[in-house]
């Protein structure tokens, strides 16, 4: 089992960049696919980006391609979401996830609290 704790979120002006961490303790963070999600106020939550296990490979939703990345401190056992050229729409709460397999549509067991982004126009 493996507990998860999301920091890094805030408010920021279009354009500018967040990182986004995702602290595990419990089981090696690396035994795990990880995820990011969001949710924005009357939407559906939303896929974001995945990584493998390890170091393996991510993948991104449209949306966020090319200005967010995912990324992974192994020792840390800390997953990390740099996200560049944000825009207002980008703005949600940001959930960090653990699960067996990676993907979009993947089941994901564990979640964290979230954390807070906002983008201001």
């Known amino acids: 089992q493996v507990q998860l704790v999301e920091s890094g979120g805030g408010l920021v002006q279009a354009g500018g960049s967040l990182r986004l961490s995702c602290a595990a303790s419990?089981?090696?963070?690396?035994?795990?696919?990880a995820a990011w999600f969001r949710q924005a106020p009357g939407k559906e939550r939303e896929f974001v980006a995945t990584?493998?296990?390890?170091?393996?490979?991510?993948a991104y939703s449209d949306s966020v391609k090319g200005r967010f990345t995912i990324s992974r401190d192994i020792p840390k056992n800390t997953v990390y979401l740099q996200m560049n050229s944000l825009k207002p729409e980008d703005t949600a709460v940001y959930y960090c996830?653990?699960?067996?397999?990676?993907?979009?549509?993947?089941?994901?067991?564990?979640w964290g609290q979230g954390t807070q982004v906002t983008v201001s126009s």
């Open positions: 990584i493998s296990w390890g170091s393996g490979p991510a």
């Open positions: 996830a653990a699960g067996y397999s990676p993907g979009s549509t993947a089941r994901y067991d564990y």
């Open positions: 419990g089981r090696s963070f690396s035994l795990y696919a």
